[in-house]
C-alpha cells in the first residue's frame, strides 16, 4: 500500500477545511446565512432607529434562519458613492436603501436585480404599494429594480398661534402671500422669524429650487433627458428668491443660513417660527412632544410665482417630488430569496405601521396608509399631497444633479455667513454644476 506524504495531507486537509468554510459563506443549504443590509443614518430617531433594526433581525432570524447584518449612510453623497462603488467591487450589502431620486443611478449602472413577475410576488404583490411610488421604481413597467418601502410627500407646517397673533386666518396660496404673511411673523426681538432656511442641508436645497423652477415653467433637466438646464432664468430666480429670504426680505433667523433641516425642524418646535416649507410627517414625533404640540396644522404649499398673480402657462403646480425610500436587490448577491424575504417583512402592514409611529414617514403599504388616514387628518393631508406628486427626471444623472446642487447651495451660504454674498454669483455657480451634468447626460 502506498503511503501519502506527510506534506500531502496537509494540504489535503486544507482543502477540504477550505470548501467547508465556502460552503457556510454561500446560498446552498446553510442555515446560517447573513443578508447585508444598507440603510439611512438616522439622525434624529438614532437610538429608535438601533432599536428597529434589532427588532427586525430578531423576526428575520426567527422565520428565515438567518442573521442581518447592517450598515448605514450618512448623506446623499456617501449614498451614492456606496452604491456606485459596491457595484464596480461586485461586493457589498445585498439589499441598498435609496431615495426615490437614486434609483435612476442605480438602475444605470446595471448592478441591480430586475423585478420579474415572481419577485414582485415575493414582495407582497404591486397591489401592496402606492402606484405613484411605483412610477420611481424603474425606467419603465416592464424594467422595475426598486420596491417602494417610506413615502415622505412634502407639505407646509405653520404655526396656529403665531398665525392669530399676526391676524392671519389662512395658509398662503401664493409664494407673494407667503412673504407678505412671513413679515407679519417677524420679530427679531424676540428671536421669532416668519419662516427659515437650511441651505447646509445635503437634500432639501435642490427641492425648494427645483419646485419653485418648475412653477415658473423650468426644468432642471429638459424632458428628453439630454441637456441640463441647471443654469436656465427660472433656475436663477429660483435661487436668488430662496436667499432672498434671508437677504431681501429679512424673513429668516440669519443664523438659519447654516443650519440642516434638522435644525430648521427645531426651530419651529421650539415655537420661533412661523412657517416651515418643504417637511415630511417625519417632523410629527418631534412636534407631538414639543411645545407646539396641538399649535400646528399642514398645508400645501404655495404654487404661485412670486411676482405673478397666477402660475404661467407653462408652469407646474409642483409641490411634492414623488419621494421617499425604495429598496433594491444587488446583481450579484448569492442570497436573493432572502432579500425579497426582508422587503416583504418591512413593508407588510404591521411592520409600516409600526414604522410611521416611531419615524413618522408614512406607509407605502396602501392598506396601512389608508387605515392611518381614516383615523388623523394630518396624515390624511400629506396623502392627498402624494396623489398629486410630481415625478422628477428619470436619469443617472439626477444624484450628481442633487449632489452638485447641495455644493452650490453651501457656497451661496457660506458667503451670506461671511458678508460676501451677492446674487450675482449665482448665475456662474449653476453654470459651473450645469456643466458637470451635462457631461452625464447620454
Known amino acids: 500500500m502506498k503511503t501519502i506524504p506527510r506534506r500531502a495531507c496537509s494540504w489535503l486537509f486544507l482543502l477540504m477545511l477550505l470548501s467547508l468554510l465556502l460552503g457556510a459563506c454561500g446560498g446552498g ?3 446560517s446565512q447573513t443578508l447585508h443590509v444598507l440603510i439611512g443614518y438616522n439622525t434624529t430617531f438614532h437610538s429608535q432607529q438601533q432599536q428597529w433594526m434589532q427588532q427586525i433581525s430578531n423576526e428575520f ?4 434562519g438567518a442573521t442581518i447584518a447592517w450598515d448605514t449612510f450618512s448623506g446623499a453623497s456617501e449614498e451614492q458613492t456606496k452604491i456606485q462603488s459596491s457595484i464596480v467591487t461586485g461586493s457589498g450589502p445585498d439589499v441598498f436603501s435609496m431615495g426615490t431620486t437614486f434609483v435612476p443611478t ?3 449602472t446595471k448592478g441591480f436585480t430586475t423585478l420579474t413577475d415572481q419577485d414582485w410576488q415575493a414582495v407582497g404583490g404591486k397591489d401592496r404599494f402606492f402606484k ?8 419603465s413597467p416592464s424594467e422595475q429594480i426598486a420596491v417602494p418601502w417610506l413615502m415622505r410627500p412634502y407639505a407646509m407646517v405653520y404655526n396656529k398661534e403665531l398665525f392669530q397673533k399676526a391676524g392671519i386666518t389662512t395658509p398662503p396660496t401664493t409664494w407673494n402671500e407667503f412673504i407678505q404673511d412671513a413679515q407679519k411673523m417677524t420679530n427679531p426681538s424676540a428671536g421669532v422669524y416668519g419662516t427659515t432656511m437650511d441651505p447646509s442641508d445635503s437634500y432639501d436645497p435642490w427641492k425648494i429650487w427645483w419646485m419653485f423652477a418648475k412653477q ?8 428628453d433627458l439630454k441637456t441640463a438646464q441647471m443654469n436656465s432664468p427660472e433656475a436663477v430666480n429660483a435661487v436668488k428668491f430662496w436667499f432672498d429670504w434671508a437677504n431681501t426680505y429679512k424673513i429668516v433667523d440669519p443664523n438659519s443660513l447654516a443650519w440642516k433641516a434638522s435644525n430648521a425642524v427645531q426651530a419651529f418646535a421650539n415655537g420661533k417660527v412661523g412657517m416651515l416649507i418643504m417637511v415630511t410627517p417625519t417632523v410629527l414625533p418631534t412636534l407631538q412632544k414639543s411645545v407646539v404640540a396641538n399649535k400646528y396644522a399642514f398645508a400645501p404649499m404655495p404654487t404661485v410665482p412670486y411676482g405673478m398673480q397666477q402660475m404661467p402657462a407653462n408652469g407646474v403646480p409642483a409641490e411634492t417630488i414623488v419621494s421617499g425610500d425604495s429598496l433594491a436587490v444587488a446583481d450579484y448577491s448569492n442570497v436573493k430569496d432572502l432579500a425579497f424575504k426582508f422587503i416583504n417583512l418591512v413593508t407588510d402592514k404591521e411592520h409600516q405601521l409600526q414604522w410611521t409611529k ?6 407605502v403599504n396602501v392598506e396601512a396608509a389608508n387605515e392611518l388616514a381614516s383615523k388623523d387628518t394630518q396624515t390624511a393631508a400629506f396623502i392627498k399631497a402624494e396623489q398629486g406628486g410630481t415625478p422628477t427626471p428619470f436619469t443617472g444623472a439626477w444624484a450628481p444633479l442633487q449632489i452638485s446642487l447641495a455644493g452650490v447651495s453651501t457656497k451661496l451660504a457660506n458667503e ?8 450675482s ?3 456662474p455657480l449653476l453654470d459651473q454644476a450645469n456643466q458637470q451634468i451635462q457631461g452625464k447626460l447620454h
Request: hydrophobic share 30%; glycine share 12%; proline share 5%.
Open 416 to 423: 451670506a455667513v461671511t458678508n460676501r454674498y451677492d446674487p
Open 132 to 139: 405613484q411610488q411605483l412610477s420611481m421604481s424603474g425606467i
Open 106 to 108: 442605480a438602475q444605470a
Open 425 to 427: 454669483h449665482i448665475k
Open 358 to 363: 416611531t419615524f413618522g414617514d408614512l406607509p
Open 216 to 223: 415658473m415653467g423650468g426644468n432642471f433637466i429638459s424632458q
Open 29 to 31: 443549504g446553510s442555515t
Open 61 to 64: 432570524q426567527k422565520s428565515t
